[in-house]
């Protein structure tokens, strides 16, 4: 039968490539550490040696970003999680607990599902190709249908690379063909064992209820608090820094600065010096309506396009030459208040509070209407108050004095090096890490018996011992005595 239709083409492709997958996996569950970590290094080297073509091509293909930040992107997750994983126990027994006699072992789940988003596709593909494969399993790509030319290339070269280190091949596969019933089939298809999702909150949700394990993130929205005990050249320069690396295209980078009524006038200022540009009252409404769609999204024309871009788009006559960041004042969080709201370009909100307190209160109404679990920013050097909103905001990344972006990814910070990052229960996502090779396989454990149960009658003191037929008949008259006294009392 000559197939045409284009849904049933990628439904099909998607049949054959988990079939692959799951024979690869089935022989990669046979292999050792080390044959898995050679694996892992020829992934790693591959993907450094193609940095730069795999950025550009990216950047030519989505329009978002800038293809230097991506080749640093690409340098990230082929050579610092690289070294972050690789010496790493996944692979048979991880730990003997000796005094507990008890023994951890890592076994692979089988075939991952890996969704790949547009804002950082190549990167996506190295880092979970790599966390997969640490964990001895297959993963099988779903991309982003505007980012697929340089997906395939990605899952090209570093597939090739894995095979010559002694992969099996259809251990590392994309989607050629992508269309909704292809992820779909991806996602539910018994051989797949395990998504990890990274994209929009439509496809996490539906990763969350295709009925397969799912490991998802939730969107990024993340305020940055710049107190008064804060270094504001620094606080500004890190935050601005975060947000036009790769025109704002990583979900943990700030989406809105909020500051004291007293820090107003010092951070204003600053964020001027350093190239920010600060909208006036007409600006930051003619801007605002073109941050959110009509059906309360963000525009993807804002996506990952530099100021200059964004300007011309909304109608924005008056920025100056250089501007590196547009910031809007806001005043209110809510699907009416676009500045509180998640931009992946460089915008950003800016409030101002009158104290600590209503900070704190503005940063978690902000976090818990969109970006719950995500990432929370402080920029002070009062440990006690860095202390204090690290308790109570909901964000799974509390980052102090580092650049949002970077250090949410654990760039900047002693973070684990990641690109998919957990928002907890609360974010609605399974797990609030950023995630690695540990979270991609199951531990088996083995107990060893250390106690018999009449040590653990002993230990509970007050239960009485029994002791064959006279135990038996012992209980047998207290039971009836209790029966007794129930009866005489309701009756």
Same mark, same amino acid.
């Given at each position: 039968?000559?197939?045409?239709? %284009?849904?049933?083409?990628?439904?099909? *492709?998607?049949?054959?490539?988990?079939?692959?997958? %799951?024979?690869?996996?089935?022989?990669?569950?046979?292999?050792?550490?080390?044959?898995?970590?050679? =694996? @892992?290094?020829?992934?790693?080297?591959?993907?450094?040696?193609?940095?730069?073509?795999?950025?550009?091509?990216?950047?030519?293909?989505?329009?978002?970003?800038?293809?230097?930040?991506?080749?640093?992107?690409?340098?990230?997750?082929?050579?610092?999680?690289?070294?972050?994983?690789?010496?790493?126990?996944?692979?048979?027994?991880?730990?003997?607990?000796?005094?507990?006699?008890?023994?951890?072992?890592?076994?692979?789940?089988?075939?991952?599902?890996?969704?790949?988003?547009?804002?950082?596709?190549?990167?996506?593909?190295?880092?979970?190709? /790599?966390?997969?494969?640490?964990?001895?399993?297959?993963?099988?790509?779903?991309?982003? &249908?505007?980012?697929?030319?340089?997906?395939?290339?990605?899952?090209?070269?570093?597939?090739?690379?894995?095979?010559?280190?002694?992969? &099996?091949?259809?251990?590392?596969?994309?989607?050629?063909?992508?269309?909704?019933?292809?992820?779909?089939?991806?996602?539910?298809?018994?051989?797949?064992?395990?998504?990890?999702?990274?994209?929009? +909150?439509?496809?996490?949700? #539906?990763?969350?209820?295709?009925?397969?394990?799912?490991?998802?993130?939730?969107?990024?929205?993340?305020?940055?608090?710049?107190?008064?005990?804060?270094?504001?050249?620094?606080? @500004?320069?890190? =935050?601005?820094?975060? %947000?036009?690396?790769?025109?704002?295209?990583?979900?943990?980078?700030?989406?809105?600065?909020?500051?004291?009524?007293?820090?107003?006038?010092?951070?204003?200022?600053?964020?001027?010096?350093?190239?920010?540009?600060?909208?006036?009252?007409?600006?930051?409404?003619?801007?605002?309506?073109?941050?959110?769609?009509?059906?309360?999204? /963000?525009?993807?024309?804002?996506?990952?396009?530099?100021?200059?871009?964004?300007?011309?788009?909304?109608?924005?006559?008056?920025? &100056? #030459?250089?501007?590196?960041?547009?910031?809007?004042?806001?005043?209110?969080?809510?699907?009416?208040?676009?500045?509180?709201?998640?931009?992946?370009?460089? =915008?950003?909100?800016?409030?101002?509070?009158?104290?600590? *307190?209503?900070?704190?209160?503005?940063?978690?109404?902000?976090?818990?209407?969109?970006?719950?679990?995500?990432?929370?920013?402080?920029?002070?050097?009062?440990?006690?108050?860095?202390?204090?909103?690290?308790?109570? @905001? &909901?964000?799974?990344?509390?980052?102090?004095?580092?650049?949002?972006?970077?250090?949410?990814?654990?760039?900047?910070?002693?973070?684990?090096?990641?690109?998919?990052?957990?928002?907890?229960?609360?974010?609605?996502?399974?797990?609030?890490?950023?995630?690695?090779?540990?979270?991609?396989?199951?531990?088996?454990?083995?107990?060893?018996?250390?106690?018999?149960?009449?040590?653990?009658?002993?230990?509970? +003191?007050?239960?009485?011992?029994?002791?064959?037929?006279?135990?038996?008949?012992?209980?047998?008259?207290?039971?009836?005595?209790?029966?007794?006294? =129930? /009866?005489?009392?309701?009756?």
């Amino acid at each position: 039968m000559d197939l045409k239709d %284009k849904d049933l083409l990628s439904v099909q *492709e998607v049949r054959n490539l988990l079939k692959e997958a %799951k024979a690869a996996s089935e022989k990669l569950a046979e292999m050792d550490q080390n044959q898995i970590d050679r =694996i @892992v290094k020829a992934i790693s080297e591959a993907g450094t040696a193609h940095a730069t073509e795999l950025a550009k091509l990216a950047n030519e293909e989505t329009g978002f970003g800038r293809w230097q930040d991506k080749v640093i992107k690409n340098l990230f997750a082929s050579q610092v999680v690289y070294e972050a994983v690789k010496k790493q126990k996944t692979i048979g027994i991880l730990h003997e607990d000796r005094e507990r006699q008890v023994w951890d072992i890592g076994v692979p789940v089988g075939v991952i599902a890996g969704i790949v988003p547009s804002t950082n596709p190549t990167s996506t593909v190295i880092y979970k190709a /790599m966390i997969a494969l640490k964990g001895g399993n297959a993963i099988v790509f779903s991309p982003h &249908p505007g980012a697929k030319k340089c997906i395939l290339r990605t899952v090209e070269v570093i597939a090739e690379a894995a095979v010559r280190a002694g992969c &099996p091949r259809g251990a590392i596969s994309s989607i050629s063909i992508p269309t909704m019933p292809a992820t779909q089939e991806l996602m539910k298809h018994e051989n797949t064992s395990l998504i990890l999702a990274t994209g929009g +909150g439509a496809m996490v949700k #539906s990763a969350y209820s295709s009925g397969t394990p799912a490991i998802g993130v939730g969107a990024g929205n993340g305020p940055a608090f710049i107190d008064k005990s804060a270094d504001v050249h620094m606080a @500004v320069k890190r =935050i601005l820094d975060s %947000k036009t690396f790769d025109n704002g295209t990583i979900c943990a980078s700030e989406q809105s600065i909020i500051v004291e009524k007293c820090m107003e006038q010092p951070v204003a200022e600053e964020l001027k010096r350093q190239g920010a540009f600060l909208l006036n009252e007409e600006d930051t409404k003619k801007l605002g309506q073109f941050i959110l769609r009509a059906n309360g999204t /963000m525009n993807p024309m804002i996506v990952g396009k530099s100021v200059a871009q964004i300007a011309e788009y909304a109608g924005l006559s008056n920025i &100056p #030459s250089g501007t590196r960041v547009l910031v809007g004042r806001e005043t209110s969080v809510g699907e009416g208040a676009p500045y509180s709201r998640e931009k992946l370009a460089p =915008i950003l909100g800016f409030y101002v509070e009158e104290n600590t *307190e209503n900070v704190l209160r503005r940063s978690i109404e902000i976090l818990h209407m969109e970006g719950a679990g995500h990432t929370f920013s402080i920029h002070a050097e009062d440990e006690s108050l860095i202390k204090r909103f690290a308790l109570a @905001v &909901p964000a799974s990344r509390i980052l102090v004095n580092t650049p949002g972006a970077l250090g949410g990814i654990g760039a900047t910070t002693g973070l684990f090096p990641a690109l998919t990052l957990g928002c907890g229960a609360v974010g609605g996502s399974s797990t609030s890490n950023n995630i690695g090779p540990l979270d991609v396989i199951n531990i088996k454990r083995v107990g060893f018996g250390t106690k018999e149960l009449e040590e653990i009658r002993r230990e509970a +003191g007050s239960v009485p011992e029994p002791s064959g037929a006279c135990a038996l008949g012992t209980d047998a008259a207290f039971v009836q005595s209790i029966v007794e006294r =129930i /009866m005489r009392e309701i009756g």
